[in-house]
Structures are given as structure tokens and as C-alpha cells.
């Protein structure tokens, strides 16, 4: 048998933490719940990417939302961060949508659907959340986010030098 000093105890301990730290998530992996459904399928992306640049389109002045890839953020948030209710309930508007055929609208349909639908989800009638509004506020979030977003979507200053407390407001953008 070994004789055990100082180094060896040390090198036993350390092995025996960094095993402590080793995430078992894959043993849980068969535990899973939700819907089967993923927004990251190619129907799902392209469906989101349009109406994503039908909320922030692209400008002359700075990129669209789609050209910011705000479509894979909204599926990451969704998928991981949703309770299965919320996600359930984006999954279903998002399947009304490609079943009636959001996709192969003209642009002037696709616009005038996604303005009823802000107007939908907007009603003072509305009792249970509307998927929309999560649409549309994970698309600012995304965007605004982002470094396209931030720095051309908005007034972006990368040294931003000494704190002026009141200036007029020329019209430019701003970041609010």
C-alpha cells in the first residue's frame, strides 16, 4: 500500500471535488415534460424571421430584427425559459399562423394580419395573455440586445466621455 503525505491527500481531494462538480443533467434527460414541438425547426424559423422584420424592420438607417438573428433568440428563450403553458401557447398561435399560410402571404398581408394581431393582443378584452405580446416584447428585447441593435439600431457611443444633464432633443434616436 501507498504511503499517503500531504501531495497525495491533496490530489485525492482535488479529484474527489472536481467529481462533485460534474453535472449529471444527461441522467436526467429522459425526465423531460412539454411538447415535442421545437422553435427551432425550419418552419418555425422562418415564420418567426418574418414576423420579426414585420416588427423591426430593416431601415436605412439600421439592419432589421431578422438580419439581427432575433428569431434563434426568441426560440432560445422560449425552449429553455417558458413554463410549458407560455410556450404551449405560442406553439398554438404560431400554428394558426402556418396553417392559414402566413408564409406564402403578400408582404401587404402579412403586415395587415401582424396589425390585427398587435391590435388582438392589445384589447382591453383580452382575459388570458395574448401570444403576441410575447412575440413582440421578445423581439425588442432581442433586438435591443443585440450588437447590431445596439449599435446601429440605436444612438451608440462607445466612449461616451463626460455626463451633459439637459440637451435639447434634435430628433434624432435615442435609446428610449
Not at 449529471?24 to 415534460?33: A, D, K, P, Q
Not at 382575459?127 to 435591443?144: A, E, M, R, V
Request: with cysteine; proline share 4%; glycine share 8%.
Amino acid at each position: 500500500m501507498e504511503k499517503i503525505n500531504r501531495r497525495n491527500a491533496m490530489g485525492i481531494l482535488a479529484r474527489w471535488s472536481a467529481g462533485s462538480f460534474i453535472p449529471f443533467s444527461w441522467i436526467l434527460e429522459g425526465c423531460t415534460y412539454g411538447s415535442s414541438l421545437s422553435l427551432f425547426n425550419k418552419e418555425y424559423q422562418s415564420l418567426l424571421g418574418a414576423i420579426v422584420e414585420i416588427i423591426l424592420p430593416e431601415t436605412d438607417e439600421s439592419p432589421g430584427a431578422k438580419e439581427a438573428n432575433v428569431q434563434y433568440f426568441i426560440a432560445l428563450i422560449v425552449e429553455d425559459c417558458y413554463e410549458i403553458e407560455n410556450k404551449d401557447r405560442i406553439l398554438v398561435g404560431l400554428n394558426q399562423l402556418l396553417k392559414d399560410g402566413f408564409l406564402d402571404f403578400s408582404a401587404q398581408k402579412k403586415y395587415e394580419v401582424i396589425e390585427q394581431l398587435d391590435i388582438e393582443a392589445n384589447s382591453a378584452t383580452q382575459k388570458i395573455p395574448h401570444y403576441f405580446k410575447d412575440l413582440k416584447s421578445l423581439t425588442q428585447w432581442g433586438y435591443f440586445s443585440s450588437k447590431i441593435g445596439i449599435t446601429k439600431g440605436l444612438r451608440y457611443n462607445p466612449i461616451p466621455g463626460y455626463y451633459k444633464g439637459c440637451v435639447p432633443y434634435n430628433g434624432e434616436i435615442a435609446w428610449y
